[in-house]
């Protein structure tokens, strides 16, 4: 049974930082796409971030501000969010996609998602 589970999140003063990591079981992602993504209140699910095994993408309102990484041999990626806003509260989703080097940002391209961590930044 493959799962991805996502720890880090919480709440945090305007222009702070989190590091948000997920790690899965039941299955290596070592070469498959994976990425983040955010749903707030009300909204649709929303592209982040995503790493391929060749190739980073970043959303036009985080770039600058946020790095995702992986360590394959943990089976596990990270999402290091810097100068984070109000605008990014939001639940925070990792998600694993194909095997390739091509960056997806439309969430149905993705085959599995963690439950999910939630990341509240005060004003």
């Known amino acids: 049974q493959v799962q991805l589970v996502e720890s880090g999140g919480g709440l945090v003063q305007a222009g702070g930082s989190l590091r948000l990591s997920c790690t899965a079981s039941?299955?290596?992602?070592?070469?498959?796409?994976m990425g983040w993504f955010r749903q707030a209140p009300g909204k649709e699910r929303e592209f982040v971030a995503a790493?391929?095994?060749?190739?980073?993408r970043y959303a036009d309102s985080v770039k600058g501000r946020f790095t995702i990484s992986r360590d394959n041999a943990k089976n596990a990626q990270y999402l290091q969010m810097d100068s984070l806003k109000p605008e990014d509260t939001a639940s925070y989703y990792c998600?694993?996609?194909?095997?390739?080097?091509?960056?997806?940002?439309?969430?149905?391209?993705?085959?599995?998602w963690g439950q999910g961590t939630q990341v509240t930044v005060s004003s």
């Open positions: 998600a694993a996609g194909p095997n390739s080097e091509i960056i997806y940002s439309d969430p149905l391209n993705y085959d599995y």
């Open positions: 039941g299955r290596t992602f070592g070469s498959h796409v």
């Open positions: 790493i391929s095994w060749s190739a980073i």
